[in-house]
């Protein structure tokens, strides 16, 4: 666990180590060098298993963070490798592809060009619908895509649907007469 | 023969009667097997409810000729087991159309339904159709192996291919049937029922999950109901013909109902005990114990 | 527009494409024509009397329902068959293949890629068949109201008999909901299959509208 850090730092220049729990760390790398890093960790430190890769859209920073999380199954340990793309305002941020190390990654890449939109070229398959079957509108797990809007626009929302926040929904009809009830433990043993 | 319109509406009444008892056997062993798992099981009269629903059902498909004749060919099959084996020892009228080669007609016609079936679910050009025919037919080509052994063997034993001979020589106490004279072909016979009887564990043809209802995947409506009816009649003639060949045949209705339940039950009960059998297991199994000891029957029937 | 959009989305099979005949002879090979009949469904005639009172009875209590989860909502079917709840005494039972099943039950959210699959499914039932909504998802979109990928309404892409309102309902409301579709069979009133068919072109408008990669033929027979 130590080493495969250690090796990262010194020879990749990771940066931002997060140490969630022994065996479980959060680490980040510049994009260029992540493919390389991911390389190492899987050939020398013994990271051999690709648990997944998943994506994070910070819109307010413009980043696209991609996570790898690498499983080495004799140390029991598992590192989260980061890598911060720039975010674009139209889809279409582009990784390294990973599936020559794993297979399997092609999947992976497959399901966040469909639904985040980033790129990854060369990756077999990866304009094959994953999940969505002839989607035409913007990948509908970045941030500025509202899916309300998409919804009430593409379904028929059937009217006189009505929203209640529960708290107030409670006190209002379950204890009228008393409101402060609902706040009582006697009643409510979450507060 | 007779062939006198008189004989011809006795063997009709007697279909009537097989067919509903198919029905009322049917029910009652869904019924017995629900008991088992602690439900209550299907009404009685369910199977005369699903016959008449899906005769009501529309039907506007053509998938060719040999889609519409092959639930019939099905139907011809079951039927013509029925015809050409007697229903009940020494009576003139409940003799149906038997003659002294018989046994060997029904065997044919044992796999003559099957065939037809084959060519009919294949022409209605599911996958899954032709999966269960496939698996269908290699099940069957094994069944029969030790089903014809065993028969040889009877036949030796009794010099006849007749089934009015062979009941006749099993009357007289239980100790003359044939699964006491002639264990072994009895055995052989009876571990080849389960297969003919196709339920589990060797029920992978109609696997309903995994391959959706196997060969009849595109049938529906009628022509569903035709091959219900023809499951009612051939699961009693099945039963039948094994208890004419093993259990000393009926002399009576009563006797006759109460047997072809029994045999039945038999492969019921060995279905709701073991799971199923994979199709190349089943074939493999078929071809071994069963077989094996069909040869020896057929050896010691000859050489005893 | 209607065929560029069908150019782009049209499945690799189902292209047309030029075949070499055995005689050496090249012909041309539209598999969406020449594969699948492009026939018009027709509605079948609605009969009155004791005779179609009797079948309708018999329909009703001989309910095949495709074995057909779409949703979470089938979690609540495999309890039918453990003896706390037995549907098979109400003559409820379960087939693997949509010929033979004259009930649809559409359990929870369906979403845009299982709604094609139940829209085919649907049709190659035989007539009169019945689709039954379970859980709120069929009726207004449930929680899932807001999704880009679940439909909010399915009485806007299929015809449905009877809804069971709930998320979940429990096995004893299906069963409650079966018995509600007994009424509906047994009263002569269970012909939506018909409407369907009426009402085509609203239907197929609806369903184009969201299923964008419409790779089969118009009805699936």
């Given amino acids: ?191 | 023969m007779d062939y006198s319109i008189e004989k011809f509406l006795w063997s009709l009444l007697g279909l009537f009667i097989v067919l509903n008892w198919g029905f009322l056997m049917a029910s009652t062993m869904r019924r017995v097997g629900a008991r088992l798992a602690g439900r209550i099981g299907v009404p009685m009269y369910q199977p005369w409810i699903d016959l008449v629903k899906m005769i009501s059902l529309k039907t506007y498909l053509s998938h060719g000729v040999m889609y519409y004749i092959g639930p019939v060919f099905r139907l011809v099959g079951g039927i013509g087991m029925f015809l050409f084996m007697p229903i009940l020892v020494g009576s003139e009228i409940w003799s149906n159309y038997s003659f002294s080669g018989d046994l060997i007609l029904l065997l044919y016609f044992q796999s003559f339904g099957m065939l037809g079936m084959a060519m009919g679910a294949s022409d209605s050009g599911s996958p899954h159709a032709a999966i269960g025919i496939s698996r269908g037919l290699s099940q069957f080509a094994a069944v029969e192996v030790p089903m014809t052994l065993a028969v040889i063997a009877i036949a030796i034993q009794h010099q006849t291919f007749s089934f009015e001979s062979i009941m006749q020589a099993q009357q007289g106490g239980i100790l003359n049937w044939t699964i006491f004279t002639n264990p072994l072909a009895s055995i052989a016979g009876m571990l080849a029922m389960l297969g003919a009887m196709s339920h589990s564990p060797f029920n992978l043809v109609k696997a309903p999950n995994e391959i959706p209802i196997g060969p009849p995947t595109e049938y529906h409506s009628s022509f569903l109901s035709v091959l219900r009816t023809n499951s009612a009649i051939i699961h009693v003639v099945e039963a039948a013909l094994f208890m004419n060949l093993f259990f000393g045949g009926a002399d009576t209705w009563f006797m006759y109902i109460i047997k072809t339940f029994f045999v039945y039950f038999i492969s019921v009960f060995v279905g709701t005990v073991f799971p199923r059998f994979k199709i190349e297991d089943s074939v493999r199994w078929f071809l071994k114990w069963p077989t094996l000891i069909g040869i020896i029957a057929v050896l010691v029937a000859a050489y005893w | 527009m209607e065929e560029e959009k069908k150019d782009k989305f049209l499945a690799p099979e189902n292209e047309i494409r030029q075949v070499a005949a055995p005689d050496g002879s090249i012909i041309e090979v539209n598999p969406l024509e020449d594969y699948f009949t492009q026939d018009r469904p027709k509605p079948y005639k609605v009969r009155k009397g004791p005779v179609e009172d009797f079948l309708n009875w018999a329909r009703a209590e001989s309910l095949w329902v495709l074995g057909f989860g779409t949703g979470c909502g089938s979690i609540e079917i495999p309890p039918l068959v453990t003896p706390r709840f037995d549907m098979f005494r109400f003559g409820i039972q379960m087939r693997a293949t949509p010929r033979q099943s004259n009930v649809f039950v559409i359990s929870g959210y369906l979403s845009v890629k299982t709604l094609k699959r139940a829209i085919r499914a649907y049709e190659q039932m035989p007539s009169p068949k019945y689709i039954v909504g379970l859980g709120s998802c069929t009726i207004n979109g449930g929680m899932y109201y807001d999704s880009y990928n679940t439909i909010n309404r399915l009485d806007h892409y299929l015809p449905v008999d009877a809804y069971i309102a709930g998320c979940m309902p429990r096995p004893e409301a299906l069963l409650h909901g079966f018995e509600g579709l007994k009424k509906i069979i047994k009263a002569g009133k269970g012909h939506k299959a018909n409407e369907y068919i009426e009402n085509l072109d609203w239907y197929k408008a609806n369903q184009k509208k969201i299923i964008k990669d419409w790779n089969m033929p118009d009805y699936n027979w």
């Fill in chain 1, 1 to 191: 666990m130590q080493k495969g850090i250690n090796n990262l730092i010194e020879k990749f220049g990771a940066s931002d180590l997060e140490v969630r729990r022994p065996g479980l760390s959060f680490i980040t790398v510049e994009n260029t060098k992540a493919v390389a890093a991911i390389t190492h960790l899987k050939d020398i430190d013994g990271y051999t298993i690709l648990s997944l890769i998943t994506a994070v859209d910070w819109i307010e920073d413009g980043i696209m963070q991609l996570t790898y999380l690498l499983n080495n199954p004799e140390e029991i340990a598992e590192i989260g490798l980061r890598v911060m793309l720039e975010r674009k305002e139209e889809a279409g941020e582009s990784m390294e592809t990973i599936h020559h190390l794993w297979p399997n990654a092609k999947k992976w890449q497959q399901e966040l060009k469909e639904m985040f939109g980033i790129d990854f070229p060369t990756s077999p398959g990866l304009n094959d619908p994953f999940i969505l079957e002839g989607w035409d509108a913007a990948p509908p797990y970045r941030r500025d895509f509202d899916t309300n809007k998409y919804a009430e626009e593409t379904f028929f929302p059937r009217p006189g649907r009505e929203t209640h926040d529960p708290a107030e929904h409670m006190k209002k009809n379950m204890y009228p007469n008393n409101p402060s009830d609902y706040t009582n433990k006697k009643y409510n043993p979450n507060r």
